[in-house]
């Protein structure tokens, strides 16, 4: 009815009822006086919440207004992390019951712009130190504290030029997303949840041909109108030290077989760079000094360059890739007078600053048995044929050594076989038995012809036939035995035996010279020959011509004369 009516009989909270107050909070009416009274207050209008509070995410309630009365929400809740663009809110109310006069101020609506505040970060790690040319290994790290979602962010790996050959993954934790994987430096959009992570594992393959700081740098974007807290961790760098190894290995081959003293020897020296990492490689190959006119050609392969050729020992460096080699050929002439194992030794070195990691394999070297390879030949020639066993001179044999290489011929000997018991007089040989004679000779050079004058007395009588076989022979390869024998057959015959003998000394003459020829008349037989006709004539190409005599032991002739030569001489045995 509009008022309240309350009756006391007894103090009630002390004092007068001189003060009343309505607490509408409470709805509690608090009273005071001593009583008995009865008090009369107007009613102020009624208004209370159905429910004090709520936790659902929309406020859906009801509520009781009195006249002019009110009611306060406070609604608080958290903007969706990934909420974009503006923020609308709007509250409608309506009457429970009855009508309301003016329903266009039921509904209000309150709005503003999102703003986006991701706390992004990106760390990097790893190796301290690599070598060139092999596989490097990052972990990069995404994170994002929020509040906001960071949506399309862009992850960028800085890749220095040093890396290539590219192999990335990324894993998001629940919620983030960002690409599975690619095989270029990674630079793609992700989304990243507050508290989410992108964990990605980058690897590369560092240049053969690079030593230093490799430097490698990821830096995370934020999405457009996006503010970050601290955008200092939005840059993460790693610094890895990045060494060369190259792993340079050598293998040798001699291309010649056998090796035969006296001819061209040839090797192949392969160099080949098992990496990982390019090195500047020294070459070298000492060769033997019993090669003599030495010289090299070289062919690089597979990036590899060297010098086309050279003359006596190889010796460069070059600049090699991993993977790729040279093949250097290298060679001379043998000595003709080498003689046992023939060595040589090639080895290949990694210049600094580049290391090799298994320095065994840098040289090689090979051993080969010389070979003595020659081919002597005998010549027999009896310069007196017939001879008279009864000469007062002994019987000349004149041997000729020869030898067409290629090597020298060691320990040569020569052996002669006589048809009966001789004499050895002179020849500087030996003679084991009557009818053999050894004579043991020096080496003998290619291309060397030698002449072992022999002379014999004690010889079988005349008539007859005097047949001497000869065998040379030498302790190395012979490549002709059938050179090696000679033999020779003389008639021996009693009688006069002259020879004679016209040289002047020379192979030519010059106009208006003087010229002296020497005319030799000798009796090897066992008769003398007290008659003998002499003649010489005279070329009309000779002017003035002058001749003397000069007999030794009991033989005669004119002492002198002019023009052609026409005398009788006495010429006994000797």
């Not at 066993?389 to 000729?400: C, E, N, R």
């Amino acid at each position: 009815d509009g008022s309240l009516e309350f009756w006391f009989t007894q103090p009630i909270g002390g004092g007068l009822p001189a003060t009343q107050l309505q607490n509408a909070p409470t709805q509690h009416l608090l009273v005071g006086g001593d009583g008995p009274d009865l008090l009369r207050f107007d009613e102020l209008a009624l208004s209370r919440c159905a429910a004090a509070e709520g936790t659902a995410d929309e406020l859906v309630t009801t509520v009781d207004l009195g006249v002019n009365g009110r009611s306060d929400y406070d609604f608080t809740a958290t903007v969706h992390p990934s909420a974009r663009g503006t923020l609308e809110n709007t509250v409608t109310v309506a009457p429970g019951s009855g009508a309301d006069p003016d329903p266009g101020n039921n509904s209000s609506t309150v709005s503003g712009p999102i703003t986006v505040v991701s706390d992004i970060g990106v760390t990097k790690t790893g190796p301290a130190d690599a070598v060139a040319g092999t596989v490097i290994t990052y972990s990069i790290v995404v994170t994002n504290a929020g509040p906001s979602d960071a949506l399309g962010i862009r992850v960028a790996d800085l890749a220095p030029a040093e890396l290539s050959g590219f192999d990335w993954t990324c894993t998001p934790t629940l919620g983030s997303t960002c690409p599975a994987s690619g095989t270029t430096a990674p630079d793609f959009t992700a989304d990243v949840l507050v508290g989410g992570q992108l964990d990605i594992t980058l690897q590369a393959l560092i240049d053969p041909a690079f030593i230093g700081d490799l430097i490698n740098v990821v830096l995370l974007t934020p999405e457009a109108g996006a503010t970050d807290p601290t955008p200092g961790d939005q840059r993460a760098e790693w610094i890895t030290t990045v060494r060369a190894e190259a792993d340079v290995s050598t293998t040798k081959d001699t291309l010649t077989d056998p090796v035969v003293a006296g001819l061209p020897v040839s090797y192949l020296v392969a160099v080949f760079n098992g990496g990982p990492s390019q090195a500047d490689v020294r070459v070298t190959d000492t060769l033997p000094a019993v090669l003599t006119a030495t010289g090299w050609t070289c062919i690089g392969f597979d990036g590899a360059t060297c010098p086309g050729s050279g003359s006596g020992n190889p010796d460069f460096t070059i600049t090699m890739p991993p993977g790729s080699s040279i093949e250097l050929t290298v060679g001379g002439d043998l000595a003709p007078d080498a003689t046992g194992s023939l060595v040589n030794t090639a080895s290949a070195s990694v210049q600094a600053p580049a290391t090799d990691p298994v320095p065994g394999n840098d040289g090689a070297s090979v051993t080969d048995p010389i070979v003595i390879r020659s081919d002597i030949a005998l010549a027999l020639d009896d310069p007196l044929d017939p001879f008279d066993p009864g000469s007062p001179f002994d019987f000349p044999l004149v041997a000729t050594l020869s030898n067409a290489g290629p090597s020298v011929a060691p320990d040569v000997v020569l052996d002669l076989d006589a048809s009966a018991n001789v004499t050895l007089a002179s020849g500087g040989c030996v003679q084991p038995t009557g009818d053999t004679v050894t004579c043991q000779q020096a080496p003998l050079a290619p291309g060397e012809v030698r002449t072992v004058a022999l002379a014999f007395t004690g010889l079988p009588p005349a008539p007859g036939t005097l047949v001497i076989d000869g065998l040379v022979s030498t302790s190395g390869e012979d490549l002709n035995l059938a050179d090696n024998a000679a033999s020779t057959s003389t008639e021996l015959l009693s009688g006069v035996d002259l020879v004679v003998e016209l040289d002047n000394g020379r192979t030519w003459l010059s106009p208006d010279e003087i010229a002296t020829w020497t005319l030799d008349i000798r009796n090897y037989g066992s008769v003398d020959a007290p008659v003998v006709d002499v003649s010489a004539g005279v070329p009309v190409e000779l002017l003035g011509a002058t001749w003397t005599c000069v007999a030794d032991g009991s033989a005669a002739c004119a002492a002198s004369g002019n023009g052609s030569i026409t005398d009788t001489a006495d010429i006994p045995s000797g």
